[in-house]
């Protein structure tokens, strides 16, 4: 669905993207962990075209995203769901228009059938419908990620994209997320890229995992296969993330 050839990004000398290969098949829990700092975040701006590589290509189902005409673009939009790692709520909107927010600026959806479909997508991700009258700045770090997960999956996309869904949750609340993600993206039979840093997580929720060290994927392959990757910097990264010694 997406592939990404030889991808590089810079910021002056900093240069964090250094030439990344990876592709995003139909079908795939793809996970993608790496350090701090790696470029995680960045890379997963390339992939949907909020952020133009300084060099290389990004393919969406066969076709170069740079050639791509904007009514393409529009359409392959239409096709995700974005949730963005610091929430990316709207504060001055109630809840249930933040969910409905996609939905609201196509002229076939009125307000109330908007907001019926918000009360539903609360209901998916364990939250009462009266949450829909609240205001961001009303809800606990665990809510509002709760609400940017129903906002993700307002429009039932083909393709999830999520941003360290859990940072800076408590592990209970980090295991009901996961959770979520895994009921909701089994529900919808879509497909779905993760970043995280919380190893435990991707475990739960992949079945592909892809490492990105220095600017690079150093190791992509099965979720099951990582603990046996054979790659030194994969190994470290894995030990250090679960707390186990190498």
Known sequence: MIKLNGVTKSFGDNHILTGVDLALDEGDSLVLIGGSGSGKSLL???MIG???????SVEIDGHDARRMSGRDRKAFETRFGMLFQYGGLFDSLPVWENIAFRLLQDSAWDPKRAREAADDRLAMVGLEAEVGDLYPAELSGGMQKRVGLARAIATDPEVLFLD???AGLDPIMCNIIYEMIQKNVNELGA???VITS???GALKISNRMAVLHEGRIVWDGPTADVEASGNADVDQFIHAASGRSA
């Not at 909020?50 to 290389?56: I, T």
């Open 44 to 46: 997963l701006k390339c």
């Open 50 to 56: 909020l952020v133009e590589p300084d060099a290389g």
């Open 164 to 166: 360290e869904p859990t």
């Open 191 to 193: 497909t779905s890229f």
């Open 198 to 200: 919380d190893m435990t």
